[in-house]
């Protein structure tokens, strides 16, 4: 297919671009933005549909893009080759590498989780920053959790700072964005105890058991776990802290309670 | 005493200040900047010297800045206050909240840190990201450290981001810069025990014995570790990975064998 050439800074289609950083067009478009060789392949890999794919030669880093922008478009991409200033206009990164996807949101239910006989979930409430839930997205695939349950958020998952900081990480994790309510209800008619860290808990989470079926529970940046999830969580846990109090935010407590379950449930051996 | 009053955008401390934020000013001037109410309260907590104090009350978020102020001026702070549009000039943050302090850089050797009887070293080499190593600090703040060991570092400690991602936890954590070949040979004299984390290593990070004393090695972000730690390390070991390989960086990887040895030392019961 002919690629069609944008070269005017007044085009349409890149004052869309610029708007799809912002939640309301994203939500009403129902799209979001792709930025980044390593994020764009990953999709693919993933088999994450890239509806239209901006590029420009002039910002490419390696030699390694031509051959990715072949398999977008094999895939069904439409394709949009920029000048280096176009291109400039619509990068959302400080240093963009000429590469530039637009997707199709999607929305999974917790009924789309498959889970194993003794699943593995993270459970994260009110999360305010797009880079700690994209850290917080890293920290449960390394870890191998099924899936990881967002209740409530305050960043929409499609943020172009949350694919960013998850890595592409998005595209694979099993993600689901529902009300904590239901999210209770649904781990408990699966038998799905729910472990939840806090400050106040008396017990390490070290000692706590997290072998078994497993929900993870971890509060927002600022105000830590709700009344909801405090009340109504089989077991409170702490993470001992030797420093300052706020030395570890969301995303680090996150990862080091995902990596005491691994250790306990004997993963990676 | 009175404060100096400064208006005009072309005042000379104003270019100064933009100028800290280069490292060569940084080195010649043996200074750094401390910009925002936590890190500079931190920084006077730690009776760490603030020469110089800018603020501009039209960037105040809350109430407590005055006390602040006065705080550091008791401690010997010399007072700028400056316009709005003077501090947006200085200000290094996105969001600036009208306190920015200049203070002399330390130099630490390793002879200053003192070490407990059984030590618990965290040694980061080739560190490239300020972000990263002000993660860093807070996880080894957080887990207790005896002290930081920084490796032929790429970023000088002295960056406004390592100031920033640390939260100021460079004021309490003992560091020191130091070359890998001097840090080897002083922790086998002291006895340390070296332990490295590499993928390539057959233990699992905890299946081994992380007690008594003990300095953990994380390599760099691109690179991993040196041939260096690699050939001279007590015991490499690895973290066990669900997902992308990727998906750990360095400061994700420090912070989980950190909390591991926690664990192992049961520190924090």
């Known amino acids: 297919m002919p690629v069609e050439i944008i070269t005017s800074l007044q085009n349409p289609r ?18 979001f933005l792709v930025e980044g060789y390593r994020e764009i392949r990953r999709a693919l890999e993933k088999k994450v549909q890239i509806d239209e794919l901006y590029f420009s030669k002039d910002w490419f880093l390696g030699s390694n893009e031509p051959s990715l922008i072949a398999e977008a478009e094999a895939a069904g991409a439409k394709l949009f080759e920029l000048t280096k200033d176009a291109f400039a206009k619509v990068a959302y990164r400080e240093r963009p590498d000429g590469l530039l996807g637009v997707a199709p949101q999607w929305q999974r239910s917790l009924s789309d989780i498959l889970l194993p006989k003794d699943p593995f979930i993270l459970v994260v409430e009110a999360i305010e920053k797009p880079g700690n839930l994209g850290t917080i997205l890293r920290s449960a695939d390394a870890a191998g959790c ?9 960043t929409d998952l499609f943020n172009p700072n949350v694919v960013r900081a998850s890595t592409g990480v998005l595209f694979s994790v099993p993600c689901v964005v529902e009300e904590s309510s239901r999210v209770l209800e649904w781990l408990r008619a699966r038998g ?34 709700s009344e909801f999830w405090l009340k109504n ?37």
């Open 233 to 269: 969580s089989d077991l409170p846990v702490r993470i001992p802290m030797a420093g300052q109090a706020d030395s570890l935010n969301v995303a680090m407590a996150a990862l080091i309670t995902l990596f005491e379950a691994v250790r306990q449930r004997g993963l990676g051996r």
């Open 146 to 154: 099924d899936a990881v349950v967002v209740c409530d958020p305050v």
């Open 14 to 31: 890149l004052k869309r671009l610029v708007r799809l950083r912002d939640r309301r067009s994203r939500d009403e478009e129902r799209a």
């Open 192 to 225: 799905i105890r729910t472990v939840a860290t806090t400050p106040a808990a008396k017990e390490l989470y070290t000692q706590a058991p997290l072998t078994g079926p497993l929900a993870i529970i971890m509060g927002s940046e600022q105000y830590g776990l």
